[in-house]
């Protein structure tokens, strides 16, 4: 047979060849690899693309829409929006919350992607990866820029939905918008990795998940200015990741609003004692918080029992 | 407690090579549980080794500390050479592993899941994609190498697992349970591709089955029962263990007949599913002898060479169907249902 014949000659070289390329180098590949197929499997599922649209959407419409409408008639402004901001520029609320739903698509398909981990581990592609003379770090690091991808894919593709719904982007804004979307989804997915990583049921971690996900999303700013809170609410707003990704990012999209600095600051800053972290502090703040996150999931996976 | 059955292993494998597998005195314990007790091997280069035992009695345990995704808690295991515990990285390149559960990609198609595979295994460039049509030509999925694998039965992704397994020519094949759930064409066909593979690629195969026909595949085995090897050797040896006959009467009342006949005729009956079960010397002789001593009415009586059955119920005392569930079990009939759904 053909066939074996060309094995057993592949199979001779390949043996003599094994030493070749070093470690890292596998290790490198191994990123590529994971990388790759969480793109793949990404662009492959369209259900899971259409319903993690959905939800933002969602918020947009309802909160943004109908909040902003119910506002402005109670506010008695009569018009259609409700505005913060006073002298000089005003920011419609659809503007204010819009920058959060973003944030929100993204922490949403983070830390989902970051949940295929315990499956996989047991029944999937991880277990193989597993057992592959590379450094496990690979794993971490591979999955949390996997998810970030998708998760900044979609923060994209909310992006590009903004001008529909009458939200003000200018060419540079989107610039500025897509290395911090980059680097929410990596902090994010490292946070859902960690979690994973030594997760030994999907039972365990949608209940960890449930927990977090609402209280980070709501904690963050997204919906409301995070300004005169209660100390106890305060103080967990500092230590949400989620916030420190949100701020820049209106601050960002607030710029072309024409609201003076001040009043986009106000509305969008994180707070240290009456301090409005400047954003890129706070981006410094994401990225921290991204590497001891992706610290402890590397930890978790090279724990050999 | 070892009755092992030494043997040399001249029989079908080259003159004695060092083992390509060398395991002394390993021990795992899980807090106070002992999931293996010092358990000794050596596998010879080329040989297909067959590690039988019930569930839970140490065999994955084993293969994993081999396969190093587990450490050992004492003793010492090479594998081509390569210490286990001080050089991981140099025994994953040497060995391939086709895992009891399915872990290939379900949305990826065949040839996808082989590249991955081949990528990260340092097969280079030049020869991935040929050896990727090789395997799949040899276990006959070629035509479908670009299908996703969600489409396939479970003969096809146990065979896609196999082609996985031997994509970076390892010296050492591990399969943990590899045809568990096919049907039997399915496990003759991937027993074809093992030989076929042991002739071209010079490589071990060393596997756990529950299945005692497949086992006769092996040239040695070893039954491992409560995490120590109880017995050892080419499945005729081991066969050799059983006295002579296999005798099985289906009476009207087994255990009563169990009793009688170990009481008049001084012989050790037990009893199994399929009746009063004797081993003796010369079945066709012992035959009227017990119809005679047996006051209980006699169905039937069949009177078999011993098989790995037999022997597997001797040294463990318990036939290997007798399985607990094990831990990851629950998981495991989601995985399933899971993967039937789709």
């Known amino acids: 047979m053909d066939a074996i014949a060309e094995l057993a000659r592949d199979a001779a070289a390949l043996r003599r060849q094994e030493w070749r390329t070093p470690r890292w180098q596998r290790t490198l590949r191994a990123i590529y690899v ?251 703040m994401l990225s921290l918080l991204g590497a001891v996150f992706l610290g402890v999931a590397i930890r978790a996976f090279r724990v050999r029992d | 407690m070892t009755t092992s059955v030494d043997a040399p292993l001249a029989t079908a494998t080259a003159p004695a090579r060092d083992p390509v597998i060398r395991v002394r005195g390993l021990v795992k314990t899980y807090g106070k549980v002992e999931a293996v007790r010092g358990i000794d091997l050596d596998v010879a280069p080329g040989e297909i080794f067959g590690f039988l035992g019930p569930n839970g009695a140490g065999k994955t345990t084993t293969i994993q500390i081999l396969c190093t995704l587990l450490r050992a808690t004492a003793g010492h295991a090479s594998v081509a050479g390569y210490d286990v515990d001080s050089d991981p990285d140099a025994v994953r390149s040497c060995i391939g592993l086709v895992f009891q559960d399915p872990s290939l990609d379900q949305e990826l198609t065949a040839r996808e899941n082989l590249d991955f595979h081949a990528i990260v295994y340092n097969v280079p460039r030049a020869v991935r994609s040929r050896r990727i049509d090789a395997v799949l030509e040899m276990v006959g999925l070629r035509d479908r190498a670009s299908a996703p694998v969600k489409t396939f039965s479970g003969g096809m992704k146990r065979r896609l697992e196999i082609a996985r397994g031997i994509m970076h020519a390892p010296q050492v094949l591990f399969l943990d349970e590899p045809t568990q759930g096919l049907d039997p064409q399915t496990r003759a066909h991937i027993w074809e591709y093992l030989n076929e593979l042991r002739r071209s690629e010079d490589i071990t195969i060393f596997m756990t089955t529950h299945y005692m026909d497949e086992a006769e595949y092996c040239e040695r085995i070893a039954v491992i029962d409560h995490g120590a090897l109880v017995a050892q050797g080419s499945p005729d040896q081991l066969k050799g263990m059983v006295g002579g006959d296999v005798v099985t009467a289906g009476t009207a009342d087994d255990g009563a007949a169990a009793a009688e006949l170990s009481a008049k005729l001084g012989v050790e009956a037990g009893v199994t599913a399929d009746g009063v079960r004797v081993e003796v010397a010369d079945g066709a002789a012992f035959v009227p002898r017990m119809i005679q001593a047996l006051s209980v009415p006699v169905r039937s009586v069949t009177i078999r060479r011993p098989s790995l059955d037999d022997v597997f119920l001797k040294v463990t005392g318990r036939a290997i169907r007798d399985d607990e569930p094990g831990s990851v079990d629950d998981l495991r009939n989601m995985a399933q249902m899971w993967m039937r759904r789709r």
């Open chain 1, 34 to 284: 994971i990388w790759l197929r969480d793109v793949i499997r990404y662009r492959r599922d369209r259900t899971r693309l259409a319903a993690s649209l959905a939800q933002p959407l969602l918020f947009l419409v309802v909160f943004g829409v109908g909040l902003s409408s119910s506002l402005g008639g109670l506010g008695g402004r009569g018009g259609a929006s409700a505005t913060f901001g006073s002298a000089g520029g005003s920011i419609s609320y659809i503007q204010y919350i819009y920058p959060g739903v973003v944030g929100m698509a993204v922490l949403f398909t983070a830390l989902f992607s970051s949940m295929s981990i315990v499956w996989d581990r047991e029944f999937g592609f991880l277990k193989e990866i597993l057992v592959a003379p590379i450094d496990r770090s690979a794993v971490a690091i591979g999955k949390a820029l996997g998810g970030a991808t998708q998760a900044m894919f979609q923060g994209l593709i909310m992006l590009a939905i903004g001008p529909i719904i009458g939200v003000h982007l200018t060419p540079l804004t989107v610039l500025e918008v897509v290395p911090i979307l980059f680097l929410l989804a990596f902090t994010l997915t490292a946070f859902g990795v960690a979690i994973a990583a030594r997760m030994r049921s999907m039972q365990g971690f949608q209940v960890i998940m449930n927990f977090l996900l609402m209280p980070m999303f709501f904690l963050s700013g997204s919906l409301f200015p995070l300004q005169g809170l209660p100390a106890w609410m305060a103080v967990l707003t500092r230590i949400d990741p989620l916030a420190y990704g949100i701020a820049p990012l209106r601050t960002a999209v607030l710029s072309t609003s024409g609201a003076p600095g001040a009043v986009t600051r106000t509305l969008a800053s994180v707070t240290w004692f009456d301090w409005q972290v400047p954003s890129i502090l706070a981006l410094g």
